[in-house]
């Protein structure tokens, strides 16, 4: 059985040294939720235009495909994106209370995993880019 | 004991939602990246190409089904992380009002641009 969680502990940031593995999770779940729900807004709006026709979609896709900087962000979103999912299905089993003891070790899990997966994809994303 | 941190009252309606559509979203966010940057790079993306893909039907409802659950996804969750940072009373209002037209707008639009890709 798990028990609610004091917000005080949380929302004080000036205590983030006092704050446990499970509080980091929630942290860091929270700022790449925000990511990814910005970016959706994002995404829409450069693939409006296909409502312009091909070529406006070719070359705005093109356009933004050749700055280093959006092939940087690509990989930022990347790990985003693998932390999210990947603390997410932890949430998952802490929800249907399996592996609550190991909440902290799956924590870690989770960020080891993301950034092996965030290394190895680095030169696919950024093929081309410099 | 363990505690449980998050930002939803649990046992309710968009807790039991938010998790419902995360389980669809791991599989189909991880689908989307793998296609459109390792088989497909994102570099390499074109009007043709993504016309192709949106011509399958499968791939056209999986697609405007990934738009539908991560904009609910996404809103319901920033509506949530409001609520749990104390905002009530109009200010609640307001957010339900306009994270709920913001996510009405995103799938129409989202669901003109899939139609436009496909030829419909």
């Known amino acids: 059985m798990s028990e609610s969680y004091d917000r005080g502990l949380v929302a004080d940031f000036g205590r983030?040294?006092?704050?446990?593995a499970g509080m980091w999770a929630w942290v860091f779940h929270k700022f790449t939720g925000w990511v990814l729900v910005g970016y959706l807004?994002?995404?829409?709006?450069?693939?409006?235009?296909?409502?312009?026709?091909?070529?406006?979609?070719n070359?705005?896709?093109?356009?933004?495909?050749?700055?280093?900087?959006?092939?940087?962000?690509?990989?930022?979103?990347?790990?985003?994106?693998v932390f999210h999912?990947?603390?997410?299905?932890?949430?998952?089993?802490?929800?249907?209370?399996?592996?609550l003891e190991a909440q902290d070790k799956s924590f870690y899990a989770?960020?080891?995993?993301?950034?092996?997966i965030v290394v190895a994809s680095v030169p696919t994303f950024l093929t081309g880019a410099f | 004991m363990a505690k449980r941190y998050s930002s939803f009252r649990s046992g309710s309606t968009t807790w039991l939602l938010q998790r419902l559509t995360a389980g669809?979203?791991?599989?189909?966010?991880?689908?989307?990246?793998?296609?459109?940057?390792?088989?497909?790079?994102?570099?390499n993306i074109d009007f043709a190409g993504s016309q192709v893909r949106m011509q399958s039907l499968g791939y056209y409802v999986t697609m405007v089904l990934f738009l539908v659950?991560?904009?609910?996804?996404?809103?319901?969750?920033?509506?949530?992380?409001?609520?749990?940072?104390?905002?009530?009373?109009?200010?609640?209002?307001?957010?339900q009002l306009v994270l709920g037209v913001a996510g009405v707008l995103l799938i129409v639009q989202g669901i003109r641009v899939a139609n436009a890709l496909a030829g419909f």
């Open chain 1, 85 to 99: 999912i990947l603390n997410g299905i932890r949430l998952l089993f802490v929800d249907l209370g399996v592996g």
């Open chain 1, 41 to 57: 807004f994002t995404h829409i709006s450069v693939l409006s235009t296909s409502l312009q026709g091909a070529q406006v979609y």
């Open chain 1, 110 to 116: 989770s960020l080891v995993l993301t950034g092996v």
């Open chain 2, 24 to 43: 669809f979203l791991v599989v189909v966010l991880a689908f989307h990246f793998f296609n459109l940057h390792f088989v497909n790079h994102a570099y």
């Open chain 1, 59 to 81: 070359s705005t896709l093109s356009g933004l495909e050749s700055l280093a900087i959006v092939r940087l962000l690509e990989v930022g979103l990347l790990a985003v994106a």
């Open chain 1, 16 to 20: 983030w040294t006092e704050f446990s």
């Open chain 2, 69 to 95: 659950t991560a904009t609910f996804h996404g809103v319901n969750g920033v509506y949530n992380a409001l609520v749990n940072q104390g905002i009530e009373g109009n200010a609640k209002r307001a957010a």
